[in-house]
RNA sequence: GCCGGAGUGGCGGAAUCGGCAUUCGCGACCGACUCAAAAUCGGUUGGGCGCAAGCCCGUGUGGGUUCGAGUCCCACCUCCGGCACCA
């Protein structure tokens, strides 16, 4: 058993074969069902990173599976590759961002050929490639076309370190998704998609999502945040204009105290217009200070306001209630302006506290135990929940719910409002003002407008030669020649768009590029997507949750309305994987705690950093990186070498089949039941639950049963037949795993076709079924004994002999037996009284 | 605050339908082979008590349901993730 298994020699030997043969390219097959297995493609950020290394191999045990039982798989790999790193480098040490990215893309993409990876590569493509982002920009001017895509100006969120706008989606607490940098408010025009116009079927639709994780859907339906409500106008004194609110709690409308508009209200400058009194002077001193914040310091400053001296009428009760502006209302949110109800919001109530504002108390709960009224007074908390009405005219004495439609149903009926819902999604700017991006596709001439390029004028290339300093601006726009363009409507010279679209664009359409990557006449061959897709599974991070998984689903549906493509959802089966970590934390460069999986894959070989890194942890959960743990890994790889060529070299032409019979009670039989236990244990665990973890931990017990029989069994005793099927089945069961492993041990059993193209497989049922099993005998409860019977002892067979045996007896002696429970094939339960 | 997920040996984790808690792997200890080491192979490995047979305890905490609970129910604690002046 001297012999070692060369990882390096095979894996590099199998690794050229399979490119010379093409074995992992895929075309139409009617006489398959079809399985489009995808991961998210990488950044091209210049290495493989673990959690990459995670993700593909995952997905390619995905892909051979299913392959190997029966699927043409579409299983293809790309590159995200516009995007700022690359621009920083241009800035930083004066390579050409193209230049840099397509570097990237050959290091990264020899590495993932290292490991082994199933890609059909000749479907390979970059979005950075004028052959795709012509097609991002035709997607552009579809939107654009449908009324989806449009320029406004608006407070926008501005990275300062990145000196480019943000989408809503790419500001996390405030801070810029990608630098972690501190979000600003500024004032641009900016095109921006009309993704809001998506916002009930996006939410809707999760619905039909059944294979994605609850989290996930969870995440986004928070993200889309739909809230059903009411409008109301108040009436402004001597103004013909009111001030419309909106409100999920009509029925505390009685409760008004006063009314807040947001900062940036425009009613708040005509409010004050002309007037030079000292609360007009504050008012408009407040509305200064609040502009010049970030939202970060806004949202995290108290609740602060200033009386407008003007004032409303509750269209419902009739009262006079104060008009306020407050830094708590959001102008992006409803109508930018809220009723104050101190008894019932906990928010108003600070607010009500603290300028003395009264407040009153318009909904008990059923127990009435707050006081009625003004008397309200005393109240430390809002009483938020639903109750009964009081104090509130003619609504008085109606449950919360019944006076929200019926308030519903009179606004409505009197004109003075409606029925309104609310998301709390926004639309998704996607203008970046930096230069290594898609351009967007829009001419600006003086004569005409905005001018959208015609299809057939694109690409609108990206020039080379351009100016990357950051000056906030886009460098596009220093460069004269691309600017300067004829209007396409009119002929008379016309400015380009600078601006370069946000790279979550490129990647919201990438998996329809897959079916027909060369398509040359429109951005994907429509039968070949009607065969393609949707994606059958989809695997990656779940930091996308709410970026690349919502954007992608937008851009589907729009698609399909557009008639495109037949379907409503991109991605049928979603699995989201953990990351790797070390230390308990993510690998990252600034925390100095990265494992390269160059050096993994050098030290121990391909299959066993993909093995361990399946086995150390179900997919969706964090796996925490260990040396010790790989060289398990790579113990259990060489220890099946060592078995399967030990059996080869013992029974190199076995005669006949399986000597034995089911129930002979051999070794051999226990081996054979053995092997197809596992068999279906690993098909059953790799398709239900991707827990490719317990399915490796059977296998490495099937080999460790196959070790003790061929130790324990005489050799000239052993079953040659049994042993040849239990190499051959075991080297299948890996071959998702450990490709080159299996690759090369199939090829010395004796096979000239790939292990990749043979069937998954089957296990023989009859294998499973046991003779005589161990039941276990209990005593109240309490493992008491065990028994060995014939597998189909029936109930009172097994009682009797519980009954009987020694140490149940042992154990109930002087006590009343009281019940005794029989679970067949499992357990008996002796109670007692 | 709201929503989602998770708490099991020294560690990663398993227990898929309410039925032997801790498969498998790592680590540790003992042993075989060896001049020695590496590699490999075998054994032990939740805690306590006991010479032993064995007994008792044990899946975050406290209750409950059940012949039987890691698994179901109620209350709570801790950790992780998402959202958060969204009216």
């Known amino acids: 058993m001297e012999d070692r298994y060369d990882f390096r020699a095979v894996e590099a030997k199998w690794q050229g074969r399979w490119e010379a043969s093409g074995l992992y390219s895929r075309g139409h097959d009617p006489s398959r069902p079809k399985f489009y297995c995808l991961e998210m493609f990488p950044y091209p950020s210049g290495n493989l990173h673990m959690g990459h290394v995670r993700n593909y191999s995952i997905g390619d045990v995905v892909a051979r599976f299913y392959t190997m039982n029966g699927y043409n798989v579409l299983h293809p790999m790309g590159w995200d590759a516009f995007g700022l790193p690359a621009e920083n480098a241009a800035i930083q040490r004066g390579v050409h961002p193209a230049d840099w990215t397509y570097a990237n893309i050959a290091t990264m993409r020899s590495q993932l050929k290292g490991l082994g990876m199933s890609y059909d590569w000749g479907r390979e493509f970059a979005t950075c490639d004028p052959e795709y982002y012509r097609w991002t920009q035709w997607l552009f001017l579809l939107l654009y076309r449908r009324g989806l895509a449009y320029r406004k100006k608006a407070p926008v969120n501005w990275c300062p370190s990145c000196t480019t706008v943000l989408a809503n989606e790419q500001v996390i607490d405030g801070a810029c998704w990608r630098c972690k940098s501190q979000v600003e408010k500024r004032d641009l025009e900016q095109w921006f998609f009309r993704i809001t116009a998506y916002a009930d079927r996006l939410l809707r639709d999760l619905e039909l999502l059944g294979g994605w994780p609850e989290k996930v859907r969870v995440m986004q339906q928070n993200w889309i945040g739909r809230s059903e409500g009411v409008e109301i106008t108040f009436p402004v004194e001597a103004r013909r204009e009111g001030i419309t609110v909106f409100t999920t709690r009509a029925d505390t409308v009685f409760g008004v105290t006063a009314l807040v508009l947001a900062p940036e209200h425009p009613l708040v400058e005509e409010l004050i217009a002309g007037r030079g009194d000292e609360l007009a002077v504050q008012v408009r001193a407040f509305a200064r200070r609040l502009a010049d914040l970030g939202e970060r310091e806004r949202t995290e400053m108290e609740k602060e306001g200033v009386p407008t001296g003007a004032y409303a009428v509750n269209p419902l009760s009739g009262e006079r209630v104060p008009i306020w502006v407050a830094n708590y209302v959001l102008m992006e949110y409803g109508t930018g302006a809220v009723m104050v109800v101190p008894a019932h919001d906990q928010r108003d109530l600070e607010f009500a506290r603290k300028y003395g504002l009264p407040v009153k108390v318009v909904v008990r709960p059923a127990d009435a135990s707050l006081p009625e009224g003004p008397a309200g007074d005393g109240l430390q908390e809002a009483f938020e929940d639903d109750g009964v009405l009081v104090n509130s005219g003619p609504y008085s004495g109606l449950s919360s719910a019944a006076a929200r439609e019926q308030i519903a149903r009179d606004v409505t009926a009197r004109g003075i409002g409606r029925k309104a819902v609310n998301y709390r999604l926004r639309d998704w700017l996607i203008s970046r003002q930096r230069y290594w991006g898609a351009p967007i596709p829009v001419v600006y001439c003086d004569a005409c407008g905005i001018v959208p390029v015609p299809e057939e004028r694109l690409p609108v290339l990206l020039p080379r030669q351009v100016d990357f300093t950051p000056t906030g601006g886009s460098p596009l726009a220093r460069n004269e020649d691309f600017v300067r363009t004829d209007c396409p409507s009119c002929g008379r010279p016309a400015r380009r768009e600078t601006d370069t679209m946000d790279t979550f664009m490129c990647s919201s359409w990438y998996y329809f590029r897959f079916a027909s990557p060369r398509c040359e006449t429109a951005p994907f061959d429509r039968d070949e997507v009607a065969y393609w897709l949707p994606v059958d599974q989809y695997i990656g991070g779940v930091e996308h949750a709410v970026l690349h998984l919502l954007y ?61 890194i399946l086995f150390a942890a179900p997919p969706e959960k964090d796996l925490e990186w260990s040396d010790q743990g790989v060289e398990g890994c790579h113990r259990f790889l060489q220890r099946v070498w060592r078995l399967v060529t030990g059996i080869v070299r013992d029974f190199a032409a076995p005669v006949g089949g399986w000597g034995g019979a089911a129930g002979d009670g051999t070794a051999g039989t226990a081996l054979r039941r053995a092997l197809h236990r596992t068999i279906k244990k690993v098909g059953d665990d790799i398709r239900e639950r991707f827990n490719f973890n317990t399915a490796i931990s059977a296998v490495m017990e099937l080999v460790n049963e196959a070790y003790r029989y061929r130790e324990s069994v005489p050799r000239q005793e052993q079953d040659g037949a049994l042993l040849r099927e239990l190499a051959e089945k075991l080297t299948l069961l890996l071959a998702p795993f450990a490709p080159h492993l299996a690759e090369e041990l199939w090829e010395m059993l004796g096979h000239r076709e790939s292990v990749h193209l043979q069937a998954w497989p089957a296990y023989d049922p009859a294998a499973l079924v046991a003779e005589r099993i161990t039941i276990v005998l209990q005593v109240d409860g309490k493992v008491r004994g065990r028994l060995e019977v014939e597998a189909d002892a029936p109930r009172e067979r097994l009682e009797e002999a519980a009954l009987a045996h020694e140490r149940v007896r042992a154990f109930t002696r002087g006590r009343e037996i009281a019940q005794v429970v029989v679970v067949p094939g499992r357990l008996v339960n002796v109670v007692t009284r």
């Not at 495109?564 to 699995?575: Q, S, Y």
């Not at 705690?593 to 050098?602: F, G, K, L, M």
């Open 552 to 612: 992608s689903r937008f851009f589907t549906k729009v698609l399909y309305d557009a008639g495109l493509v037949p379907f409503v959802e991109p991605f049928t089966n979603l699995l989201t994987q953990g990351m790797v970590t070390l230390g308990g934390a993510a690998m990252s460069k600034s925390r100095g705690n990265i494992v390269s999986p160059d050096d993994i894959v050098r030290r121990y070989g391909a299959d066993t950093a993909r093995l361990f």
